[in-house]
T-cell receptor, first 115, second 112 residues
Framework: SQTIHQWPATLVQPVGSPLSLECTVEGTSNPNLYWYRQAAGRGLQLLFYSVGIGQISSEVPQNLSASRPQDRQFILSSKKLLLSDSGFYLC??????????????FGSGTRLTVV | GENVEQHPSTLSVQEGDSAVIKCTYSDSASNYFPWYKQELGKRPQLIIDIRSNVGEKKDQRIAVTLNKTAKHFSLHITETQPEDSAVYFCAAYADSSYKLIFGSGTRLLVRP
């Protein structure tokens, strides 16, 4: 069966520090991969998505970037964090096309607090 | 760009009553419409979905309806229970764009 792993679960980082969040998927090949951010009490904002190795599409211009160095690995990075980067970061995957038996499935999330 | 609007933002019902949440989408190419339930501090969990070639789908107490002409879809929960209390998100996906766009969420409170 397919599983998605995301880490760390929580993170407290000072303003101006770098960030690296990692997401991996097991049990499938060539998944579509996504990064979402959810501010406290708010909805889900799509940040990046990838349909293949090295293919990254950005939805919102900001100081974040994403990379997909391997088929089932998706990384969210920042060189210098801002206070506004605080939030709940969720990785997700789906096959093409998605369906209830195969995803769209979210990882357990990383709660990032920038101080 | 693509947009999904969701109403109401909050909904309070008595236990046993029905709850209805409505969404509209803008991208006519959207062909997959999932609904997610998110409990406090947890990841969204898929509860039901529908593809564009189907008008209605039911799974026990929850059902989803889709009107492609009007670009509307709705979630119906019958015989609500306190454990149904959560935030519910609708979403729309187009195979051509690979993106799942979410509505802003509905906070459902089921009063015992």
């Amino acid at each position: 069966s397919q599983t998605i792993h995301q880490w760390p679960a929580t993170l407290v980082q000072p303003v101006g520090s770098p960030l690296s969040l990692e997401c991996t998927v097991e049990g499938t090949s060539n998944p579509n991969l996504y990064w979402y951010r959810q501010a406290a009490g708010r909805g889900l904002q799509l940040l990046f998505y990838s349909v293949g190795i090295g293919q990254i599409s950005s939805e919102v211009p900001q100081n974040l970037s994403a990379s997909r160095p391997q088929d089932r690995q998706f990384i969210l990075s920042s060189k210098k964090l801002l206070l506004s980067d605080s939030g709940f970061y969720l990785c997700a995957w789906c096959p093409q096309p998605p369906g209830i038996d195969y995803g769209y499935t979210f990882g357990s999330g990383t709660r990032l607090t920038v101080v | 760009g693509e947009n999904v609007e969701q109403h109401p933002s909050t909904l309070s019902v008595q236990e046993g009553d029905s709850a209805v949440i409505k969404c509209t989408y803008s991208d006519s190419a959207s062909n997959y419409f999932p609904w997610y339930k998110q409990e406090l501090g947890k990841r969204p969990q898929l509860i039901i979905d529908i593809r564009s070639n189907v008008g209605e789908k039911k799974d026990q107490r929850i059902a989803v309806t889709l009107n492609k002409t009007a670009k509307h879809f709705s979630l119906h929960i019958t015989e609500t229970q306190p454990e149904d209390s959560a935030v519910y998100f609708c979403a729309a996906y187009a195979d051509s764009s690979y993106k799942l766009i979410f509505g802003s969420g509905t906070r459902l409170l089921v009063r015992p």
